[in-house]
């Protein structure tokens, strides 16, 4: 039977908790009057309570919360019936659910017709969180709306997810969470079930996936036994991923020294990154040895999802810009300023803490609050796995490198007059169809807007573009008053299954402050100067900057 109970943030932790031992572990709940007293209980109790305690303390105090037990998990039973029934102890088959609501709640009977339509046109379901009996690492298959937490001023890669809730089916946003189990799922495959449910879930050309799956596609290059897992390379992820219609590229640390730059790129590019990250944990200086565990923590492996990072600070970036210019040489040559050498808090998806963390660069994965005071930890990023689409053969390391040949060509794509030499430069890969689409809703319809607007719908173009949007480097001048950030003053569109490299095959679009020039469907390039064709200067009006990314403020 399916039990429902509704509570407030604050009231949840001791109800789940009550739920938990009744659903997985009622021995544990034997003898009532001693099992306070009990080590085996007072141990599991406390653990549990320490993961909800870390979840909940992230969300919105506001929120209800809706328990439903014995809710059957696709991903859990998948990993029961492969690994779990196969044991001597019996594991339970059903799991825990708990959806968040931004919406006041209190009994089943509250959610008529009407309600269920405002929660569903407001987007006031804000996901939901399995529960599994796989202690310690009880977090099952999730999807958490940023909305849900207390602090979530930050732009990721999201899809709106659609789930049920007493039956009835509501719709979020999101990205994909769950922690390892530790014995059919390392970080690893919790990586890829997590990079699939997002892909097969946004995208018709890709399927989810089940854990089973992943186990069946390793098989014949696995050189040992599979379970229990102890993890999977770089090369075994990209593997996989290729299998499942993706195109991965593999970029390392020891051989980029553009590394973060192109990290940088594909997230802002709207694409999830698989970041294997090595890290050493040690003790603390002065604290003594007290367990098993503090004599082997050398160097370790794992694996996490780069989603997304936090909204970049106007005034940090300009500063940034100044001294990067400022240490350049006083010459009449161009320089440019690659938007994607600016640091950034990135905003991760790791199976070991609750989701939408945020991290650096250099310090990648952080220790839970309790281990904080006994140990230190380093960690550094080793490689990361873009996965692309099947046809973009070109990588964001050439674009980049192509998008500077092409404005060092131009005698005009400089933004402003007045800074002839000095100019930002962001590179990102954008779907042909949405980026045309954001052209027609934010471009303007005078002068050389209206015939870059329509040079730019009627171009022909592959699925992915490579956008190259040019700003003034002394951005305040000309900035969007909605995010602070520089408008474009001038615009590169690279095809993206073009590698050729030499001449100018790759180029679909270049517009600088007053010219454009296309290449048309016979392959004929046409140069638009429309001051000439006037009599009168028109220059390009500025616009904003395209973003892959959702903003989960405005979203």
Same mark, same amino acid.
């Not at 809706?66 to 339970?92: A, G, H, M, Q």
């Not at 732009?155 to 769950?178: D, L, Y």
């Given at each position: 039977?399916?039990?429902?109970?509704?509570?407030?943030?604050?009231?949840?932790?001791?109800?789940?908790?009550?739920?938990?031992?009744?659903?997985?572990?009622?021995?544990?709940?034997?003898?009532?009057?001693?099992?306070?007293?009990?080590?085996?209980?007072?141990?599991?109790?406390?653990?549990?309570?320490?993961?909800?305690?870390?979840?909940?303390?992230?969300?919105?105090?506001?929120?209800?919360?809706?328990?439903?037990?014995?809710?059957?998990?696709?991903?859990?039973?998948?990993?029961?019936?492969?690994?779990?029934?196969?044991?001597?102890?019996?594991?339970?088959?059903?799991?825990?659910?708990?959806? !968040?609501?931004?919406? *006041?709640?209190?009994?089943?009977? #509250?959610?008529? %017709?009407? /309600?269920?339509?405002? $929660?569903?046109? +407001?987007?006031?379901?804000?996901?939901?969180?399995?529960?599994?009996?796989?202690?310690?690492?009880?977090?099952?298959?999730?999807?958490?709306?940023?909305?849900? !937490?207390?602090?979530? *001023?930050?732009?990721?890669?999201? #899809?709106?997810? %659609?789930? /049920?809730?007493?039956? $009835?089916?509501? +719709?979020?946003?999101?990205?994909?969470?769950?922690?390892?189990?530790?014995?059919?799922?390392?970080?690893?495959?919790?990586?890829?079930?997590?990079?699939?449910?997002?892909?097969?879930?946004?995208?018709?050309?890709?399927? #989810?996936?089940?854990?089973?799956?992943?186990?069946?596609?390793?098989?014949?290059?696995?050189?040992?036994?599979?379970?229990?897992?102890?993890?999977?390379?770089?090369?075994?992820?990209?593997?996989?991923?290729?299998?499942?219609?993706?195109?991965?590229?593999?970029?390392?640390?020891?051989?980029?020294?553009?590394?973060?730059?192109?990290?940088?790129?594909?997230?802002?590019?709207?694409?999830?990154?698989?970041?294997?990250?090595?890290?050493?944990?040690?003790?603390?200086?002065?604290?003594?040895?007290?367990?098993?565990?503090?004599?082997?923590?050398?160097?370790?492996?794992?694996?996490?999802?780069?989603?997304?990072?936090?909204?970049?600070?106007?005034?940090?970036?300009?500063?940034?810009?100044?001294?990067?210019?400022?240490?350049?040489?006083?010459?009449?040559?161009?320089?440019?300023?690659?938007?994607?050498?600016?640091?950034?808090?990135?905003?991760?998806?790791?199976?070991?803490?609750?989701?939408?963390?945020?991290?650096?660069?250099?310090?990648?994965?952080?220790?839970?609050?309790?281990?904080?005071?006994?140990?230190?930890?380093?960690?550094?990023?080793?490689?990361?796995?873009?996965?692309?689409?099947?046809?973009?053969?070109?990588?964001?390391?050439?674009?980049?490198?192509?998008?500077?040949?092409?404005?060092?060509?131009?005698?005009?794509?400089?933004?402003?007059?007045?800074?002839?030499?000095?100019?930002?430069?962001?590179?990102?890969?954008?779907?042909?169809?949405?980026?045309?689409?954001?052209?027609?809703?934010?471009?303007?319809?005078?002068?050389?807007?209206?015939?870059?607007?329509?040079?730019?719908?009627?171009?022909?173009?592959?699925?992915?573009?490579?956008?190259?949007?040019?700003?003034?480097?002394?951005?305040?001048?000309?900035?969007?008053?909605?995010?602070?950030?520089?408008?474009?003053?001038?615009?590169?569109?690279?095809?993206?299954?073009?590698?050729?490299?030499?001449?100018?095959?790759?180029?679909?679009?270049?517009?600088?402050?007053?010219?454009?020039?296309?290449?048309?469907?016979?392959?004929?390039?046409?140069?638009?100067?429309?001051?000439?064709?006037?009599?009168?200067?028109?220059?390009?009006?500025?616009?904003?900057?395209?973003?892959?990314?959702?903003?989960?403020?405005?979203?």
């Amino acid at each position: 039977m399916i039990v429902s109970k509704f509570f407030s943030v604050q009231d949840a932790i001791p109800h789940i908790l009550d739920i938990y031992f009744e659903a997985f572990y009622p021995f544990l709940l034997k003898q009532d009057d001693e099992k306070e007293d009990r080590l085996e209980y007072t141990i599991h109790k406390k653990e549990v309570e320490e993961k909800l305690k870390e979840l909940f303390s992230q969300l919105r105090t506001e929120l209800t919360v809706l328990i439903e037990t014995n809710y059957i998990d696709k991903v859990y039973r998948d990993c029961y019936y492969k690994f779990f029934s196969t044991k001597l102890d019996p594991y339970p088959r059903n799991c825990i659910r708990i959806s !968040l609501f931004d919406y *006041d709640l209190n009994a089943l009977e #509250t959610l008529d %017709s009407n /309600t269920i339509n405002e $929660i569903n046109k +407001k987007f006031l379901y804000l996901g939901s969180i399995v529960i599994r009996p796989t202690f310690p690492n009880i977090i099952g298959r999730s999807v958490i709306s940023p909305k849900a !937490l207390c602090n979530h *001023d930050f732009k990721i890669c999201a #899809t709106k997810f %659609s789930t /049920t809730a007493c039956g $009835i089916q509501f +719709k979020t946003f999101g990205f994909p969470h769950a922690s390892q189990d530790g014995q059919i799922l390392s970080c690893a495959e919790t990586t890829l079930w997590s990079i699939m449910e997002y892909f097969g879930t946004k995208f018709s050309e890709y399927a #989810t996936i089940l854990p089973s799956k992943i186990i069946k596609l390793l098989a014949d290059v696995s050189d040992e036994r599979q379970l229990p897992s102890t993890g999977l390379t770089v090369s075994n992820i990209s593997y996989v991923l290729k299998k499942l219609g993706l195109e991965p590229k593999i970029y390392s640390s020891l051989k980029a020294q553009d590394f973060e730059s192109l990290l940088n790129c594909y997230i802002q590019s709207g694409i999830p990154l698989v970041v294997s990250v090595n890290f050493k944990v040690a003790l603390k200086k002065g604290q003594a040895q007290t367990e098993d565990k503090d004599k082997n923590r050398g160097d370790n492996n794992h694996a996490i999802i780069c989603i997304g990072h936090t909204k970049e600070v106007a005034s940090e970036c300009e500063s940034t810009i100044a001294n990067y210019f400022q240490k350049q040489p006083k010459t009449p040559s161009l320089k440019i300023f690659d938007w994607e050498y600016l640091a950034k808090e990135y905003i991760l998806m790791d199976d070991s803490t609750p989701a939408y963390r945020k991290a650096t660069f250099s310090r990648m994965l952080t220790l839970r609050e309790k281990d904080k005071e006994k140990y230190d930890i380093e960690s550094q990023i080793k490689h990361f796995v873009a996965p692309l689409y099947h046809r973009v053969y070109m990588d964001a390391r050439f674009a980049k490198e192509k998008m500077h040949i092409y404005i060092n060509e131009r005698k005009n794509l400089y933004p402003l007059k007045n800074v002839p030499n000095k100019v930002i430069l962001r590179t990102l890969l954008a779907p042909s169809r949405l980026y045309k689409q954001y052209i027609i809703c934010n471009m303007g319809n005078n002068g050389l807007n209206k015939e870059l607007k329509n040079a730019i719908v009627s171009l022909e173009m592959p699925k992915f573009i490579w956008v190259g949007e040019i700003s003034a480097f002394d951005f305040s001048k000309e900035i969007d008053p909605e995010t602070q950030m520089p408008l474009v003053r001038g615009l590169i569109i690279l095809d993206s299954t073009e590698i050729c490299a030499t001449g100018h095959d790759a180029v679909l679009l270049i517009c600088d402050s007053e010219v454009i020039t296309y290449r048309d469907s016979s392959g004929e390039i046409i140069s638009l100067d429309i001051s000439k064709m006037i009599g009168k200067s028109v220059p390009l009006q500025s616009f904003k900057r395209f973003e892959n990314l959702k903003d989960c403020i405005t979203t």
